[in-house]
Structure formats: C-alpha cells, structure tokens
C-alpha cells in the first residue's frame, strides 16, 4: 500500500503503547509499497523523541537506532515548495480549520491522491471531508 504517513502513526511504530494491529499493518503494508511524508515530518519525529526522552520515555541512546529503523522503511520526503506552502497548504488550513502543520500531510495526500494514515481524530476528519481516503486502520481505537 502507498499512502500519506503522519507522525502519530510513525510514532506508534517506536513506542509500543501506542502500537495497534492496525498500525502494524500500515508498516507491514510499506513491504510493497511506499509512504510519502511532507518536508516537515522528519523535524516533526525529531521532536517527539526529544519530548519524549525529556519525559524519560526513551534514552538519547535510543535516537539513532529509531533513526536507522526510519531510513529503512521507503519514505520518500516531499520537497519544501513555498509558494505550495503559502498556497495550497494555507488554503487547506483554512478551509478544513487545521495547524498549517497537518495541513501539510493533507495536501500531499490531496495532490498525490493518496490515503492519509494518522491517529489525528481532527486531521482524519479534515481528510474525509476532503473527499480523503483514511485507512481504517489509521483511525484511533
């Protein structure tokens, strides 16, 4: 399968008390297919482990080999555009009432025609209302 990933599901493939059965299909699912990720994602990823290790969730000693994990998988990083950005993504941001940020993941998934994977119960709305494949197995249990 090739869709859109967001953070909260690529997330839940490094934390396992976030992983679902359904998230373990999406990585499983990337096997034969690819996951397309905006620009911002890794910056995205790069926080929450930060966070995460402030919270004593993970170890530093931890980063590089989650980082290694993510470099394995086919995630194929959409360029930075800024007339896209002060664009598309705004337009969508305002049209759908997102952060610019998830508005992001929602215009690639709109412009590739692509299913948007995220347990962002706002961000999944957004994407059904935009006519928006969301996997089943991406929505929050």
């Not at 997330?11 to 976030?18: H, I, K, L, N, Y």
């Not at 759908?96 to 025609?113: G, N, T």
């Amino acid at each position: 399968m090739t869709f859109v990933l967001d953070c909260s599901v690529a997330m839940s493939w490094v934390f396992p008390d976030e992983a679902t059965e359904s998230t373990g299909e999406l990585r499983e699912s990337l096997v034969n297919g690819r996951a397309f990720v905006p620009a911002l994602w890794p910056i995205e990823v790069a926080n929450v482990l930060l966070v995460a290790t402030r919270r004593q969730r993970i170890d530093r000693a931890e980063w590089s080999r989650i980082a290694r994990n993510f470099a394995a998988l086919p995630i194929v990083i959409d360029p930075v555009s800024p007339s896209r950005i002060w664009g598309e993504v705004l337009d969508v941001a305002h049209t759908h009432r997102l952060s610019a940020y998830d508005a992001m993941y929602l215009e690639l998934a709109m412009r590739m025609q692509l299913p948007l994977a995220t347990l962002d119960r706002a961000l999944a709305a957004a994407a059904h209302a935009a006519g928006v494949e969301v996997p089943t197995a991406a929505q929050p249990d």
